[in-house]
């Protein structure tokens, strides 16, 4: 929101020595944010204005023009590019030092004396926009003719286009709660009371009712109109505002349109209350009957953007006893709007409830000056002083206006003065600060409320303009209290507690390991990606759309839905990736989204309990750990897949058992995958991507991935390392290798041999070998063996025995041959 | 014969010298006191000697073998020595060379590192690390908040909701938009007092460039107990400030409107690259706006289950995704979420 200094000065003496930049900073520290403070005559320095002389053809483009301009005392040439540009012209001339916007577009670019296809330019003559005039009316490729300005040639373009005030720009988020601040007035307040200045009191002369028309209004809803008031004048001659008011407006970025408009708007933007303006004639002439009530369902209006909107029945409207004449709070009907022929006015000053304006203006996506300013909720006191400005205004910009009405206010009951009570020791109890109960006292008063102090117990009365929403509890006091004294102000310490060690998150323990496992002992590099996921995607993998959460309203169409695995996304970066990297080797840890797991509570109003019974819990959101690995010229990825999973499981202390699936998903290559199992329970998989699927996604190579439910991995028992004591006694050691079917699993192989043999020690399969000199469809494999009695040391003889065991169990239950 | 023996000592010594190369250090060791060698020789001669004089000639003969072993002895070693240095010499590797194959080093993703960083300061600090749902209900992300529906404050972020859930009261289900979602989940699940952080992801429904990603990262805080005051926020601002900046990096609080506190505050870090002096990277102000928060709203405290006459307590929602962007000066958000190697094996 723009703020202008000049006007803000008309209520507001601020201390001498007190600069631009100490008041912007003063207000940012202590009330809302400044954004920017815009000095219009220090942007224009070096603008002056200039008279064409002279305009030839340049002789090396077809476009530009070498012109001799007077700029005052001296006549200078500029080449310039406007197709408008004429002798005898006033023009925009920015001489060298001057700062100007290239087309209006860019950053400020300073200019200097130059040659331009040959020809000395000192400077530019510009439109508009290219020195941040934004509401003048050139055409494309023209420059601004500024024959209506009194100025002569030299002028400081500021001087002659009255353009010498500070325009202070305050964030709009911050005005949130301040629906006081948007408008000059409540800004000179705040800023009286944060530098201790005297603010002029606000006072319009009092209307004095009149005849012509009979006026009536007729509020149907008071919650959701607590207050309108109105009031009929005649005699206006609608024309153009004068200078001061356009300059006003135009600080304020808001355009001029006609004096009544004008009016209006000068209103808003001083007090922060909207106002409107009818013509009466088109309410109803002498007879003007305005009926404030909802909206029919389908009823419709054209508003003043020309726009037709359809309404519906929670929508309020200003109609004239029939036909809806403006969407109450938003916008003005077309129709009802002031044109050149108005004679006649009504205007409107009213108050609407916050929420149904919003409401109105989200559901027809209309958003002006008005709504921004009723949905913040509105101090209904502003309707009078508002309407009474303006009638004052109106007859001051066209003299032969008069009242002609009675002056309307239909009002419900307004309320007495709110008030809060609580002891005064509880600001500085919440502030850890030391403020005296006077010092608290003086600010509360400088910035309007009322406070008595008896016994050390506050009694505030918050001021209407602050009561509406902004101010309703202690700690909104306790707020005041403290940004005026200065949050800098308040001292610094560190809060006491009891010592107790924090509550420890286990998957967020195991994430923290994984990530150094693989990132700095696999070589894997660590992704962040989106939470959604394409249907192309899916579909590619052959998961089935259905599955899947999805959003309502995806910013792009292209993701619309939630991940329920790591896994799509990962091929995805593995594709992008490929260009540059021949090995690919990413890792995500991150929650999915599982549409038919059930997750936490989606929690209800007020208990403080767990609350929300009986409805939906929220989907499983498990954490996982996903890896991926690519890599050109690799056929077999599993195998570093399953190695890096290892790894992290090692590292988090987990011994884990690798197990196919019987029901692997589509996307999952059938013959190498597997189930990773934890203590019998299934914590994720290890598994190559069918070779199809990954060519149907672009990716160039054989893919393998893991994927660890986190969250069921902490379910298992905390891992423990099991000691048994070494043995006194020499193990004895022995190789075996036989030759078995294709399909045969070593883990069944070292289950059996294990539950054979009692000695065993240990066993570890050292050579897997496929080929020349082995049957097809068979595999030969090599163990190591060692054997080993806890109480003695083995006999040559007692491994004998548990060998010829252990080759009846690989020949009896794997039908394996002996090779040696 | 003592003389004779103390020529062949006089002898070996000076030919030892003369050698160059471990043949003809040999060669001579051989020709002294080989099988046929001169000092046999003389030993052999020593034979015919009387017994006393064999005795005394014979000590002689065996000081005069040992020195001869001890010089040759010292010339093997040194024979020894230069060739493993010219041994060593060879098998020369170029130590700059980075170690070959897979296992080159990885990377974990500078979100994760900032993170990490900030979760064992405030653990030093006694804070729990807590986590919640993406996905959450309306409820906790907005309305336990202080966010009623149809509150104006709803305007200032973009919601993804979720299909299925986006029209009916109640059921309303939402991608988290701030991670003070789990400001009231944590309240009613570990109580008062309290002091945890919830780092985690966000959401907003905004297109993206180089300065907006509808993915980012927040730290939230949470403190709440007897006599949590306004300055013990400051405090802990401060002491996450020299932490991460460097002890007696200055901070300012300023108000700022958020519904979930009362007084909200918007926080600012001088510059650490200018140092309050004005730069690119502070948009000239000397400031970096990067700690957002506020006393907990005590309507935020009563959905918590708290008594907000009795305890009270303050939040914060650093932004870490900036906090990342501004430590490695990173100047493209879109970076952080691409997964693009070239990008994170920077880190």
């Known amino acids: 929101m723009l703020i202008s200094k000049k006007w803000l000065s008309e209520f507001v003496k601020t201390p001498k020595g007190l600069s631009d930049e100490d008041i912007a900073e003063t207000v940012t520290l202590s009330t809302v944010e400044v954004e920017s403070i815009a000095d219009q005559a220090g942007a224009l320095e070096n603008i002056v204005v200039g008279v064409i002389e002279s305009v030839e053809q340049h002789t090396n483009a077809d476009r530009l023009k070498v012109c001799k301009v007077d700029v005052g005392g001296r006549v200078t040439q500029i080449v310039c590019g406007g197709s408008n540009v004429k002798k005898g012209m006033k023009v925009v001339a920015a001489l060298p030092g001057a700062r100007v916007l290239w087309h209006g577009e860019g950053d400020h670019v300073e200019l200097k004396k130059t040659k331009i296809r040959g020809e000395e330019s000192e400077g530019m003559i510009c439109a508009g926009i290219e020195i941040g005039l934004t509401h003048t009316n050139e055409g494309e490729h023209e420059i601004l003719d500024l024959g209506d300005v009194k100025a002569k040639a030299g002028d400081a373009l500021a001087g002659a286009l009255g353009l010498d005030d500070v325009i202070f720009d305050i964030e709009h988020k911050s005005l949130t709660n301040r629906p006081d601040l948007m408008g000059h007035y409540g800004m000179a307040r705040e800023i009286a009371a944060l530098t201790r200045s005297p603010l002029k009191e606000y006072k319009p002369a009092k209307i004095t009712a009149g005849k012509g028309i009979t006026l009536t209004v007729d509020v149907e809803d008071q919650e959701l109109c607590p207050r309108y008031m ?260 308040i001292p610094s310490t560190l809060p006491t507690f009891v010592i107790e060690p924090p509550a420890v998150d286990r998957v967020a323990v195991l994430a923290r390991t994984a990530r150094k496992v693989l990132a700095y002992g696999s070589g894997a590099s660590e992704v962040y990606l989106y939470a959604f996921v394409s249907p192309e995607t899916l579909e590619a993998l052959g998961e089935s759309l259905d599955d899947y959460l999805k959003l309502a309203n995806p910013l792009a169409s292209d993701r619309p839905y939630l991940v329920s695995s790591l896994i799509p996304n990962l091929l995805e970066a593995a594709e992008q990736n490929q260009r540059s990297f021949d090995t690919v080797n990413l890792f995500q840890c991150e929650r999915v989204f599982r549409k038919d797991d059930e997750g936490e509570e989606p929690g209800g109003a007020g208990s403080g309990s767990a609350g929300g019974e009986g409805k939906n819990k929220l989907p499983g959101q498990p954490r996982m750990l996903t890896g991926l690995y690519t890599k050109k010229g690799v056929e077999e990825p599993f195998w570093k897949a399953k190695e890096m999973m290892e790894k992290v499981m090692v590292v988090m202390g987990y011994s884990v058992e690798l197990r196919p699936s019987e029901k692997p998903s589509p996307w999952q290559h059938s013959g190498r ?139 009896e239950q794997f039908g394996a041959t002996m090779r040696s | 014969m003592k003389k004779e023996l103390d020529q062949l000592k006089k002898e070996f010594l000076t030919l030892v010298e003369r050698v160059s190369d471990r043949d003809s250090l040999e060669t001579l060791h051989n020709e002294f006191l080989g099988r046929k060698g001169k000092l046999k020789g003389a030993m052999q001669e020593m034979a015919k000697l009387a017994d006393g004089e064999r005795k005394a000639i014979g000590k002689i003969a065996n000081e005069v073998k040992e020195a001869i072993e001890i010089a040759y002895g010292g010339h093997q070693a040194q024979f020894n020595k230069q060739e493993r240095e010219h041994a060593m ?71 993804f909701y979720v299909e299925g859930h986006e029209k009916k009261e109640g059921d309303k289900w939402v991608m988290r938009t701030q991670t003070s979602s789990v400001q009231v989940r944590a309240l009613r699940e570990y109580g008062v007092p309290i002091r945890a952080i919830i780092p985690g992801r966000c959401f907003r429904n905004e297109a993206t460039d180089a300065r907006h990603e509808h993915t980012f990262h927040q730290l939230e805080g949470l403190v709440v107990g007897k006599g949590i005051t306004f300055a013990d926020m400051k405090g802990v601002f401060q002491a996450v400030a020299d932490y991460l900046y460097g002890k007696g990096t200055k901070i300012r609080l300023m108000p700022k409107f958020y519904p979930f506190v009362e007084p909200g505050v918007r926080g600012e870090l001088e510059c650490f690259l200018c140092k309050g002096k004005g730069c690119r990277v502070c948009k000239q102000s000397g400031w970096l706006e990067v700690m957002p928060g506020g006393m907990v709203h005590p309507n935020v405290l009563r959905e918590g289950g708290i008594d907000p006459e009795v305890y009270s307590g303050f939040a914060f929602g650093f932004g870490l995704t900036r906090l990342v962007m501004l430590k490695y000066g990173i100047d493209d958000i879109r970076h952080l979420e691409s997964g693009d190697l070239r990008f994170l094996k920077q880190f």
């Open chain 1, 230 to 489: 109105a009031v009929a004048l005649e005699g206006i001659v609608v024309g153009p505002s004068p200078e001061w008011l356009r300059n006003r407006l135009n600080a304020c970025g808001v355009r001029s349109i006609n004096n009544v408009v004008d009016v209006t708007n000068f209103v808003m933007l001083e007090l922060g209350q909207p106002m409107h303006g009818f013509d009466a004639d088109v309410l109803g002439g002498d007879k003007v009957k305005i009926v404030v009530r909802k909206a029919k369902a389908k009823e419709k209006i054209t508003a003043l953007d020309a726009q037709t909107y359809v309404l519906d029945s929670d929508m309020f409207l200003i109609t004239d006893g029939s036909k809806p004449m403006a969407i109450a709070g938003v916008m003005g009907g077309e129709d009802s709007g002031v044109s050149e022929t108005t004679t006649r006015i009504v205007f409107e000053s009213a108050n609407f409830s916050a929420t149904s304006v919003r409401k109105t203006s989200t559901k027809l996506s209309l958003r002006s000056e008005s709504s921004a300013r009723f949905e913040k909720a509105l101090d209904p006191n502003l309707c009078e002083l508002a309407l009474a400005r303006a009638v004052e205004l109106m007859k001051e910009l066209s003299p032969t206006a008069r009242v002609c009405s009675a002056v309307i206010d239909e009002k419900k009951k307004l309320d007495v003065a709110k008030t809060l009570s609580f002891p005064s020791e509880l600001v500085n109890a919440r502030l850890g600060s030391s403020i005296s109960t006077g010092e608290m006292e003086d600010i509360l008063t400088r910035l309007g409320f009322g406070v008595s102090n008896k016994k050390e117990i506050f009694t505030i009365v918050i001021p209407t303009w602050r009561a509406t929403k902004d101010i309703s509890i202690k700690e909104d006091v306790i707020e005041e209290i403290a940004r005026i004294y200065g949050y800098d102000n």
């Open chain 1, 673 to 811: 995958q597997a189930q990773i199992i934890v203590s019998g329970e299934v914590v994720g998989l290890v598994s190559e991507i069918d070779p199809e699927k990954t060519t149907a996604l672009g990716l160039d190579n054989r893919v393998a991935v893991f994927e660890i439910n986190l969250e069921l991995l902490v379910r298992q028992d905390e891992p423990l390392a099991v000691y048994k004591a070494v043995s006194v006694h020499p193990s004895v050691k022995r190789d075996l290798a036989f030759v078995a079917a294709d399909r045969t699993e070593f883990a069944d192989i070292e289950t059996a041999i294990e539950k054979a043999v009692d000695l065993l020690g240990s066993i570890e399969l050292f050579d897997v070998y496929r080929g020349k000199g082995v049957e097809e469809g068979h595999k030969s494999m090599a163990i190591h063996l060692s054997f080993r009695d806890d109480d003695r040391t083995l006999e040559s003889s007692d491994v004998d025995v548990e060998m010829e065991k252990i080759r009846k169990v690989l020949t």
């Open chain 2, 89 to 159: 010499g060879s098998e020369w590797v170029d130590v700059t060379q980075p170690g070959l194959g897979e296992n080159s080093k990885g990377s974990i993703h500078p979100v994760t590192q900032v993170q990490q960083d900030l979760e064992d300061l405030f653990t030093s600090m006694g804070f729990m690390v807590l986590d919640g749902p993406e996905l959450e209900s309306d409820y906790y992300n907005f309305t336990a908040l202080n966010i009623p529906p149809a509150h104006p404050a709803r305007d200032m972020q973009d919601t």
